[in-house]
């Protein structure tokens, strides 16, 4: 009795084993049963391989409008994110000659993001439309560079 009873519970972790994906493979017989993960550990690992998976740089919005008196300052927001996983360490590529940022560099972890002041300065500009590219880059991470217009 007390053979069956074992029996029993071996064929139900063999069966479970399966169910998560193990390969036939491993549950043949003397091979030992896959060990079954609980959600909250399966939480934990998806976490840990977020965290592990390349850095990815967004820029929001694609595009900066202002519109301003000869001679004054416009001020914009530009937010840089790290859709991505581990951390991203970026930093202002290039801008015209009118365009401060309030921050030429720094870095996000998972999930973070950075609001940066950008002032336009119409000092110097003819009057009319003025454009330029703003290029944010960031080392082995998706979607770098972005350039903002």
Same mark, same amino acid.
């Given at each position: 009795?007390?053979?069956?009873?074992?029996?029993?519970?071996?064929?139900?972790?063999?069966?479970?084993?399966?169910?998560?994906?193990?390969?036939?493979?491993?549950?043949?017989?003397?091979?030992?049963?896959?060990?079954?993960?609980?959600?909250?550990?399966?939480?934990?690992?998806?976490? +840990?391989?977020?965290?592990? &998976?390349?850095?990815?740089?967004?820029? @929001?919005? *694609? $595009? %900066?409008?202002?519109?301003?008196? /000869?001679?004054?300052?416009?001020?914009?927001?530009?937010?840089?994110?790290?859709?991505?996983?581990?951390?991203?360490?970026?930093? +202002?590529?290039?801008?015209? &000659?009118?365009?401060?940022?309030?921050? @030429?560099? *720094? $870095? %996000?972890?998972?999930?973070?993001? /950075?609001?940066?002041?950008?002032?336009?300065?119409?000092?110097?500009?003819?009057?009319?439309?003025?454009?330029?590219?703003?290029? +944010?880059?960031?080392?082995? &991470?998706?979607?770098?560079?972005?350039?903002?217009?």
């Amino acid at each position: 009795m007390l053979r069956a009873a074992r029996f029993a519970v071996s064929l139900v972790l063999v069966v479970a084993a399966i169910a998560v994906g193990a390969s036939p493979a491993s549950a043949q017989e003397g091979a030992a049963p896959r060990e079954i993960v609980t959600p909250e550990e399966q939480a934990e690992l998806d976490r +840990v391989a977020r965290l592990e &998976a390349q850095p990815v740089l967004e820029c @929001e919005p *694609g $595009e %900066l409008r202002a519109e301003a008196e /000869r001679g004054e300052e416009a001020l914009l927001t530009l937010t840089i994110r790290n859709a991505g996983g581990r951390k991203l360490e970026w930093s +202002v590529f290039s801008k015209p &000659a009118w365009v401060r940022v309030d921050a @030429e560099r *720094g $870095e %996000l972890g998972h999930g973070e993001d /950075r609001k940066l002041l950008v002032a336009v300065d119409t000092t110097g500009l003819a009057p009319g439309t003025a454009k330029g590219r703003l290029v +944010v880059v960031a080392a082995d &991470a998706k979607g770098s560079p972005a350039t903002v217009a």
